[in-house]
C-alpha cells in the first residue's frame, strides 16, 4: 500500500528531475502543462520518482493505463513477441499472423454494428492514436453519405457536440468548442454542425439532406465528466435510423469497462453504427486504435488503396491488443469497474454532503467527476498530489478520478481519505 518512505527503484537513468525540467524546457514544445513529477516507473496502480515516492495513479493516462501499468500478462505477451522477432513493423503488402488474430478478438468482442446493414458482423480497421480512428469514422459517414445517400461530395455534414473532445489533428479541433485548440490553426475543415450535449431538440434542427452522421461521445470525458440524459442516446439512434445515417459512438476513453460496462453504450442499451476505441486496447502499452463498423459498410468505404497507415495494425501492437482484451475478459475488469465504482461513488457522495467546495459529483463505473464550486479543479488536484496521489481536471472544473480498473480497497479507501483531507 502506500508508503511515503523511499523505497528502490530501478529507473531509466539517474539524470536529476532538475535536469529534465530542464530538457523539456529547453527542447520540447510547451503543450502541456505539468505537475512536478517526473516518473520513474509505472506498476499497477501506482507510480514512482527517483527518490522512491509512490503515487496513487487516479488518472491511468485518461483511461489508457486501465489494467494497471505494465500488466504482467501484456508485459509478458510482448516481451515474448520482440525476443521471437516476430514483433516488428512489415511491410502492408503482406500478411502477419498477429494482426489476423487481433482482428478476429477485436470484431467479436463488440456486439453486431449496425445490424440494419445485414448480418455478416464487424470488420475493423486498425490505426495508431485514437485521433486516427476518429478521421477513419468520419471518413466512413461522408464516404455512406455520398454513395448511399447521394450527397454531393464536399457538402456532407457531421453532427458533433458542444464541448467535445476528439482528439488534436486539423479536421478533430476544427469542431472543437474550445477555442485555444482551434485558434491560429485555420484553414479549419468544414462540413461540422454543433449541438448541444444530451439536446435532442437541438439535434433535430441540425439535420437536412445532407447530414450524414453524428459522432458522439456516449459520456464526455474531457468535457466535463457528463453522463448525457437518459434517453438521448436511444433518441440519437431513432434520429439516425429515420433520417438514414450513421451514428458512430467515439468510446476511446470511456470504453473497455472504464463506465462499469464493457461498452459505455450498455448503460443505455443502444448500439451505434460504428465506434472508435483506442487507448486501453493495448493495455497502455503502445499507440493502438480502431474504427469498427458493419461488414458491409466497411467493405463500401475501403477499398485497396483508399486508406492506409504504416505502423497501424503492426505485429507488436497487435500482440499487445490481444493480450489487453484477454486480460480484460479474464481478470473481469468490468466487473471490478462497476463494484470499486460504486463503492467509491457512494464514499464521493458522502464528502460531498459535507463538503463546501463540491457542487456535484458524476460518473459511472471508475469514471467520476467531482465538480467544484469555485471552479478550479487544478488547485484540489495540487493538493492531491502532495498527498501521493495523481488526479487532474476535467474542464477546468471537474476533478478527474479514472484509476486503473483493478484498484483495490485498500488503495480506493486511501484515495477517500485523501480526497476528505482536500475537500473536507
Ligand atoms: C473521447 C476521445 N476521443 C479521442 C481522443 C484522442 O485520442 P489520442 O490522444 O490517442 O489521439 C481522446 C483522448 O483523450 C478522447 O478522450
Redesign the pocket.
Given at each position: 500500500m502506500y508508503n511515503p518512505n523511499s523505497i528502490p527503484i530501478t529507473a531509466y537513468s539517474n539524470i536529476t528531475d532538475k535536469e529534465i525540467f530542464s530538457f523539456e524546457d529547453n527542447y520540447g514544445a510547451h503543450h502541456y502543462e505539468r505537475l512536478n513529477l517526473v516518473v520513474r516507473q509505472a506498476k499497477g496502480c501506482w507510480l514512482t520518482d527517483i527518490s522512491g515516492r509512490r503515487y496513487l495513479d487516479c488518472l491511468a493516462a485518461?483511461?489508457a493505463a486501465n489494467p494497471g501499468h505494465h500488466h504482467p500478462k501484456i508485459v509478458q505477451a510482448m516481451t515474448e513477441a520482440l525476443l521471437g522477432n516476430y514483433a516488428s513493423v512489415i511491410s502492408n503488402v503482406v500478411y502477419t499472423d498477429p494482426l489476423g488474430i487481433f482482428l478476429d478478438k477485436a470484431a467479436n468482442f463488440a456486439p453486431q454494428l449496425a445490424p440494419r446493414f445485414g448480418k455478416k458482423g464487424n470488420k475493423v480497421l486498425p490505426k495508431n492514436?485514437?485521433?486516427?480512428s476518429?478521421e477513419t469514422a468520419i471518413k466512413m459517414m461522408r464516404y455512406y453519405g455520398w454513395k448511399k445517400k447521394g450527397i454531393e461530395d464536399g457538402q456532407q455534414e457531421i453532427i458533433i457536440f458542444d464541448n467535445n473532445?476528439?482528439?488534436?489533428m486539423i479536421t478533430v479541433i476544427s469542431f472543437a468548442t474550445t477555442k485555444k485548440y482551434r485558434e491560429g490553426f485555420g484553414p479549419l475543415t468544414p462540413g461540422f454542425v454543433s449541438a448541444e450535449y444530451g439536446n435532442l431538440d437541438d439535434v433535430k434542427k441540425l439535420i437536412n439532406k445532407n447530414t450524414c452522421g453524428i459522432l458522439v461521445?456516449p459520456m464526455q470525458?474531457?468535457g466535463g465528466m457528463k453522463v448525457p440524459p437518459a434517453g438521448f442516446l436511444r433518441g440519437l439512434r431513432d434520429l439516425a435510423d429515420e433520417n438514414d445515417f450513421l451514428l458512430v459512438f467515439?468510446e476511446?476513453?470511456?470504453g473497455l469497462g472504464r463506465t462499469g460496462k464493457r461498452f459505455c453504450f450498455e448503460h443505455d442499451n443502444v448500439v451505434p453504427d460504428g465506434l472508435?476505441l483506442?487507448?486501453a486496447l493495448s493495455g497502455g502499452l503502445v499507440?493502438l486504435?480502431i474504427f469498427m463498423t458493419n461488414s458491409e459498410l466497411m467493405d463500401m468505404a475501403f477499398t485497396v488503396g483508399s486508406d492506409g497507415s504504416t505502423f497501424g495494425g503492426y505485429p507488436l501492437a497487435c500482440v499487445a491488443g490481444i493480450a489487453a482484451l484477454t486480460v480484460l475478459e479474464e481478470e473481469k475488469l468490468v466487473e471490478s469497474s462497476a463494484a470499486q465504482g460504486a463503492k467509491l461513488k457512494a464514499a464521493i457522495e458522502k464528502i460531498a454532503q459535507q463538503s463546501p467546495h463540491v457542487k456535484e459529483v458524476r460518473g459511472r463505473g471508475l469514471f467520476i467527476g467531482i465538480e467544484v464550486v469555485d471552479g478550479n479543479a487544478m488547485d484540489f488536484c495540487r493538493k492531491l498530489l502532495e498527498l501521493g496521489l495523481i488526479v487532474n481536471d476535467s474542464h477546468g472544473h471537474t476533478i478527474r478520478i479514472s484509476p486503473p480498473l483493478n484498484i483495490n480497497d485498500e488503495e480506493i479507501a486511501f484515495l477517500i481519505e485523501s480526497l476528505k483531507k482536500v475537500l473536507l
Open positions: 485518461y483511461s492514436g485514437g485521433v486516427e476518429v473532445f476528439h482528439g488534436r461521445e470525458g474531457e467515439d476511446i476513453q470511456v472508435v483506442g487507448k499507440p486504435s
